[in-house]
Each structure stands twice: as C-alpha cells, then as structure tokens.
C-alpha cells in the first residue's frame, strides 16, 4: 500500500458519540471506498452499533452543551464524512495538500511534546509525581 493512502479515524477517549453518529460516520468512512482504520473505544456500545459492526471538513451544524450529545442525535451526514475522505485524500487539489501538511505538521509538534522535555512530558511527569505523592500521603495517614 503506498504511503498516506490509508484513512485511519481515531475520535480519543474523550469524545462521545451516540451510536447513530458512530454508524453514520462508519457508513461515511466506507461510502469513501478509501482503506481504512477505525479505532473506536470498546465497552459501552449498545447492541445497534454491535451489529452495524459485525456486518476535513466535519463541521458541527448545531452547538451541542456538553452532555446533551444523546438529545441532539447525528450531527454528520455519512455523506459529509465521504466527501471529507475524498477531499483529504487527493480529491481537493491545493485545499488535500494543504490539509495533508498541516496534519503533518500537528503530528510532528506532538511528537515534540512527548519528547523528553517536552511539553507534554513534563505535565505527564508532573501527573505521575502528584499520584505518587497523594499514594505515600494515604499510606502514611
């Protein structure tokens, strides 16, 4: 496979999505015929987003307050997300090559981050020092 010609779709553990948008963006990701990785979190799936399973321009339209995800329902069109692919990859000219370079760019600056030193690795250490600390202060009190 060449180099950059596989889609690989990672949403992070913080971010929720109801199983209507998870299916509509799978729907999107496939409608693409573009390889793909999807790496979706596993444990509080329902049985309607285990079933779909077994078988960038993403816009948010609606402001959604944090924790009414479920009320508002699909916010990306399976087309949207197709469009998205194609345009990401290769189908957009200038605007593909721009994108291609920022993400680039984004990935070699967190790569950076988590060098010793680093941004990232410093608030990392500092994290693993504070959980450290509270561990002997519980054991000692």
Do not use: H
């Not at 799936?45 to 079933?51: A, G, Q, V």
């Not at 948010?60 to 087309?79: F, Q």
């Not at 721009?98 to 990935?107: D, N, Q, V």
């Amino acid at each position: 496979m060449e180099t950059g010609s596989v889609i690989y779709a990672c949403l992070g553990s913080l971010c929720r999505l109801v199983p209507s948008q998870l299916i509509e963006l799978g729907l999107g990701l496939e409608a693409s015929n573009r390889p793909f990785i999807w790496v979706v979190k596993t444990g509080d799936r329902d049985s309607e987003l285990e079933e779909w399973f077994i078988g960038v321009r993403i816009g948010v339209e609606i402001p959604v307050r944090w924790g009414e995800e479920d009320k508002v329902g699909v916010l990306v069109k399976k087309d949207e997300v197709r469009k998205a692919v194609l345009t990401l990859m290769g189908g957009g000219g200038e605007e593909s090559k721009s994108m291609r370079s920022r993400a680039i760019e984004l990935g070699k600056q967190a790569s950076k981050a988590m060098e010793s030193g680093g941004s990232s690795n410093r608030n990392l250490s500092c994290l693993i020092k504070d959980i450290m600390k509270q561990q002997t202060q519980n054991q000692k009190g």
